[in-house]
């Protein structure tokens, strides 16, 4: 299985941050990379597929870069609304396997 | 509205059974594969099962941790996913979410609320 490693595990930042988070896959998976958010409570929200595509209604403050094996999400300036726990998804191979999530909390 | 909507979860005794259904709104449902995802109280997530478009017994996919206990279906006639889970065990407790694929991208744009799975004596 292939095995994705996000980095921190927990992040502190104020509002108006430039806030970036690494996820590295233990083998390629090219470009086949997911990001989510997820706020307590609610299911996962798709930001960012295939590496850096933006998902429709996703606020350009947020994008995605990488490949083969080390990605990373930076959001460009940290909101409110944006403090919440991120996932890295790799869709390359089965089983497809999640980051173990980067929680970014108010400083 | 593009919609997913899970039900069937609830309290279950180690052993058991449980057919979680997600009912699909909004979108062509017989065009897209659906997923299965569970998350761990107070843990991350892990991806359950993938049933594709054709729904054909090939093409479904399955984590180790339930191959043989869980059976993804779906019924294009009724837009509707099911995932019979079977021999449940105390590491099943979770929330359960389906998932919508992109059309041409496997990543998952539209999520259910999810339905909470209690496997408890």
């Known amino acids: 299985d292939i095995q994705m490693t996000q980095s921190p595990s927990t992040l502190s930042a104020s509002v108006g941050d430039r806030v970036t988070i690494t996820c590295r896959a233990s083998q390629s998976i090219t470009s086949w990379l997911a990001w989510y958010q997820q706020k307590p409570g609610k299911a996962p929200n798709l930001l960012i597929y295939?590496?850096?595509s933006l998902e429709s209604g996703v606020p350009s403050r947020f994008s995605g870069s990488g490949s083969g094996t080390e990605f990373t999400l930076t959001i460009s300036s940290l909101q409110t609304d944006d403090f919440a726990t991120y996932y890295c998804?790799?869709?390359?191979?089965?089983?497809?396997?999640f980051g173990q999530g980067t929680k970014v909390e108010i400083k | 509205e593009v919609q997913l909507v899970e039900s069937g979860g609830g309290l279950i005794q180690p052993g058991g059974s449980l057919r979680l259904s997600c009912a699909a709104s909004g979108f062509t449902f017989s065009s897209y594969a659906i997923n299965w995802v569970r998350q761990f109280p107070g843990k991350g997530l892990e991806w359950v099962s993938t049933?594709?478009?054709?729904?054909?017994?090939?093409?479904?996919y399955y984590a180790d941790s339930v191959k043989g206990r869980f059976t993804s279906s779906r019924d294009n006639s009724k837009n509707t996913l099911y995932l019979q889970m079977n021999s449940l065990r105390a590491e099943d407790t979770a929330v359960y979410y389906c998932?919508?694929?992109?059309?041409?991208?496997?990543?998952?744009?539209?999520w259910g609320q999810g339905t909470m799975v209690t496997v408890s004596s």
């Open positions: 049933i594709t478009a054709s729904g054909s017994a090939d093409r479904i």
């Open positions: 295939k590496a850096s």
């Open positions: 998932a919508k694929a992109l059309q041409w991208d496997n990543a998952f744009d539209i």
């Open positions: 998804q790799q869709y390359r191979t089965y089983p497809w396997t």
